[in-house]
Nanobody, 130 residues
Framework: VQLQASGGGLVQAGGSLRVSCVASGRTFSTYSFSTYDIAWFRQSPGKEREFVAAIDWSGGSRKYSDSVKGRFTISRDNAKNTVYLQMDAVKPEDTAVYYC???????????????????WGQGTLVTVSS
């Protein structure tokens, strides 16, 4: 069972970047992946991990933190076992390690709390220069 985050890098403030999260392993067969809610969290040095965005199993329900709403877009391609986070109009305060996480689909929609997620990727570093 693996979640592999990638696509991080250095970007100038106001620019764009897309990070990806690919799921693999028996738990995430093509059929099973579509039964998981997926979220992105981020963590900056000295700060707690915070929620960024989440998408339900179908892609029909999406949630965003207030700090990224209107700038970031989460999407998924279940045929590719992949979730994307499109980051536009980035700011220096978006600098962090971004983690993707998965949990079996929740009736109430994708959770906002990291403790609700069972599977985690290793993270990808996004650095926004001013």
């Amino acid at each position: 069972v693996q979640l592999q985050a990638s696509g991080g890098g250095l970007v100038q403030a106001g620019g764009s970047l897309r990070v990806s999260c690919v799921a693999s392993g028996r738990t995430f067969s093509t059929y099973s992946f579509s039964t998981y809610d997926i979220a992105w969290f981020r963590q900056s040095p000295g700060k707690e991990r915070e929620f960024v965005a989440a998408i339900d199993w179908s892609g029909g329900s999406r949630k965003y933190s207030d700090s990224v709403k209107g700038r970031f877009t989460i999407s998924r391609d279940n045929a590719k076992n992949t979730v994307y986070l499109q980051m536009d109009a980035v700011k220096p305060e978006d600098t962090a390690v971004y983690y993707c996480a998965a949990v079996t689909a929740q009736v109430a929609g994708p959770p906002l709390y990291s403790s609700k997620y069972n599977y985690w990727g290793q993270g990808t570093l996004v650095t926004v220069s001013s």
